[in-house]
């Protein structure tokens, strides 16, 4: 099965009928990263449910990489 017919499969099914369709499948709160005594993150909190695309957009340096590092180890 493609991944565009398991999209067009989920697109079928209304959220409300699945109950854990609003539940979030990522949660992360109050995220905080040290480097030694220098905050690289501070408070960062995210809730990502089923079907959603997120994205990050920030210049660089503004600890975008960081936050996903952090939450692949999870």
Not at 3 to 19: I, N, Q, R
Not at 23 to 30: H, L, N, V
Not at 33 to 42: E, N, P, R
Request: one cysteine or more; a positive charge.
């Amino acid at each position: 099965m493609s991944a565009y017919a398991v999209e067009k499969d989920l697109g079928s099914v209304p959220m409300e009928a699945c109950s854990t369709m609003n539940q979030p499948i990522i949660t992360a709160k109050d995220v905080q990263v040290f480097y030694g005594d220098k905050q690289a993150l501070k408070d960062i909190s995210l809730d990502i449910l089923p079907r959603q695309v997120t994205s990050f957009i920030g210049p660089s340096g503004c600890g975008k990489t960081t936050f996903l590092r952090c939450i692949n180890r999870m």
